[in-house]
């Protein structure tokens, strides 16, 4: 699929630390060491309504773990799928009488358009789950040969992985059995289907079905994809495995990850799927999760629409810590709107406080484990003592190059323009 336009990207004084990132499987803050090339794979949307808050809190996040691995001098190899067929968009479609497929690239235009706005570095390859369906099928081919995954006999042409013989998994999320069986069945999973030699057995290709869209299947049958082995094919066919960081929202702890790295794990008999397994927290909103589901959204091109900076979404976005759960409120937007222009009025005077140290430390909050609360902390200071004439208020201790790079350092680090650094 096509991706969106990349920002410039300023090249700073010097690298950046290792990226130190918390790891859901381990459960600690980990190193993260890429080789000269990074690799990473983020869940992308399903493209049935526009992208919310909670999307894009989720694509800032990684966006972050980008831009510090190249500023650490790596290049990055970053992969987004679009889940472009799936229940909800078919289910979408059917509710508005519009055609799926129309619906899916309306969307997915928007999240382009979207996305462009809000600075987000694009993916190498941003690739859609309906133009993978040969890879996917020739995947679940091999798992049928070698005998880990199974046709149900009741004449759907359903197939399932036999997870009892996938010696990894529940290792990515680390949940005991009752767990996974509670978010199974709230998340797409069908614990109770019969047929299946284990409840948690996951659909890895559904048969046909009157009304729905197929496509031609493993073994001369019909059907669509099952979800967790679309990224699973997505991700090995572009950056292969054991790449450096697997992305997501929480809620994609288990099932999604859990079993898109026991397909992939169980496809090449290696380990690990990825190296790193990293989740942003929920973004809510009047104390609920934001989600298409329920209905309680906020969009990211509405706000735009109303002639919000898009600057100010990304600021407020990152003012809290993306592992923390947290709340949109309309506060949050005032308050990023008026640090931006503190800011910006800070980075347009002739010299400002010393740039250095904000550069040192920028890097090593965001370094650590993404404190973006930490860095934009260091910004207020510095731009506070810059308005101020300095920081112990004498000419002398000013920079007549600080404004400078403290402007190209918020964009490359936190991709928050503040206008031509000059
Ligand atoms: N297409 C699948 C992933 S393969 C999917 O989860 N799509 S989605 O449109 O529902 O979500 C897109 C991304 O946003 C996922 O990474 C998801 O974990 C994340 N996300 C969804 N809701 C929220 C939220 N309220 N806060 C933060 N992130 C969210
Ligand atoms: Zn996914």
């Given at each position: 699929?096509?991706?969106?336009?990349?920002?410039?990207?300023?090249?700073?004084?010097?690298?950046?630390?290792?990226?130190?990132?918390?790891?859901?499987?381990?459960g600690?803050?980990?190193?993260?060491?890429?080789?000269?090339?990074?690799?990473?794979?983020?869940?992308?949307?399903?493209?049935?309504?526009?992208?919310?808050?909670?999307?894009?809190?989720?694509?800032?996040?990684?966006?972050?773990?980008?831009?510090?691995?190249?500023?650490?001098?790596?290049?990055?190899?970053?992969?987004?799928?679009?889940?472009?067929?799936d229940?909800?968009?078919?289910?979408?479609?059917?509710?508005?009488?519009?055609?799926?497929?129309?619906?899916?690239?309306?969307?997915?235009?928007?999240?382009?358009?979207?996305?462009?706005?809000?600075?987000?570095?694009?993916?190498?390859?941003?690739?859609?789950?309906?133009?993978?369906?040969?890879?996917?099928?020739?995947?679940?081919?091999?798992?049928?040969?070698?005998?880990?995954?199974?046709?149900?006999?009741?004449?759907?042409?359903?197939?399932?992985?036999?997870?009892?013989?996938?010696?990894?998994?529940?290792?990515?999320?680390?949940?005991?059995?009752?767990?996974?069986?509670?978010?199974?069945?709230?998340?797409?999973?069908?614990?109770?289907?019969?047929?299946?030699?284990?409840?948690?057995?996951?659909?890895?290709?559904?048969?046909?079905?009157?009304?729905?869209?197929?496509?031609?299947?493993?073994r001369?049958?019909?059907?669509?994809?099952?979800?967790?082995?679309?990224?699973?094919?997505?991700?090995?066919?572009?950056i292969?495995?054991?790449?450096?960081?697997?992305?997501g929202?929480?809620?994609l702890?288990?099932?999604?990850?859990?079993?898109?790295?026991?397909?992939?794990?169980a496809?090449?008999?290696?380990?690990?799927?990825?190296?790193?397994?990293?989740?942003?927290?929920?973004?809510?909103?009047?104390?609920?999760?934001?989600?298409?589901?329920?209905g309680?959204?906020?969009?990211?091109?509405?706000?735009?629409?109303?002639?919000?900076?898009?600057?100010?979404?990304?600021?407020?976005?990152?003012?809290?810590?993306?592992?923390?759960?947290?709340?949109?409120?309309?506060?949050?937007?005032?308050?990023?709107?008026?640090?931006?222009?503190?800011?910006?009025?800070?980075?347009?005077?002739?010299?400002?406080?010393?740039?250095?140290?904000?550069?040192?430390?920028?890097?090593?909050?965001?370094?650590?484990?993404?404190?973006?609360?930490?860095?934009?902390?260091?910004?207020?200071?510095?731009?506070?003592?810059?308005?101020a004439?300095?920081?112990?208020?004498?000419?002398?201790?000013?920079d007549?190059?600080?404004?400078?790079?403290?402007?190209?350092?918020?964009?490359?680090?936190?991709?928050?323009?503040?206008?031509?650094?000059?």
């Open positions: 699929m096509l991706s969106w336009p990349a920002p410039l990207l300023p090249t700073l004084p010097g690298t950046g630390p290792v990226l130190k990132i918390y790891d859901t499987s381990r600690e803050v980990v190193d993260t060491s890429p080789g000269t090339t990074a690799r990473m794979y983020v869940c992308g949307i399903t493209p049935y309504d526009a992208t919310h808050l909670g999307h894009a809190a989720t694509y800032l996040a990684f966006d972050l773990v980008n831009r510090l691995w190249r500023d650490a001098g790596h290049a990055v190899h970053y992969v987004q799928n679009v889940t472009d067929i229940d909800p968009l078919l289910e979408r479609a059917d509710r508005d009488n519009e055609d799926w497929i129309v619906l899916a690239m309306r969307e997915t235009a928007l999240f382009r358009e979207d996305m462009t706005a809000l600075r987000v570095l694009p993916p190498e390859d941003f690739v859609g789950a309906v133009e993978s369906i040969p890879r996917i099928v020739a995947h679940i081919e091999t798992l049928l040969d070698d005998g880990l995954a199974y046709v149900l006999d009741d004449g759907t042409g359903d197939i399932y992985h036999d997870v009892a013989q996938a010696p990894g998994f529940g290792g990515e999320s680390g949940y005991d059995e009752a767990t996974m069986l509670g978010f199974f069945a709230e998340r797409g999973g069908d614990p109770d289907r019969l047929g299946k030699r284990q409840p948690l057995d996951p659909m890895l290709w559904r048969g046909p079905r009157p009304g729905e869209p197929s496509w031609p299947g493993p001369g049958t019909e059907g669509r994809p099952g979800w967790h082995i679309e990224c699973a094919t997505i991700a090995l066919n572009t292969g495995m054991g790449f450096d960081v697997q992305g929202g929480s809620d702890v288990f099932p999604h990850h859990e079993y898109s790295a026991v397909h992939a794990e496809l090449t008999a290696t380990k690990p799927f990825a190296r790193a397994y990293v989740h942003a927290a929920m973004i809510g909103l009047d104390g609920e999760k934001m989600s298409k589901s329920r309680n959204l906020v969009f990211v091109s509405r706000l735009r629409g109303d002639g919000v900076d898009p600057m100010a979404i990304r600021l407020a976005l990152l003012s809290g810590h993306y592992r923390t759960d947290r709340a949109w409120t309309p506060d949050l937007l005032q308050t990023a709107q008026e640090r931006l222009d503190t800011w910006r009025r800070a980075v347009e005077l002739d010299a400002g406080a010393p740039a250095a140290p904000v550069l040192i430390g920028l890097r090593q909050r965001l370094a650590d484990d993404l404190d973006s609360p930490g860095a934009i902390a260091l910004i207020d200071r510095w731009a506070e003592q810059t308005l004439g300095g920081p112990d208020a004498e000419d002398d201790a000013l007549e190059e600080a404004p400078r790079i403290v402007c190209d350092a918020v964009d490359a680090l936190l991709g928050i323009s503040l206008g031509d650094c000059g």
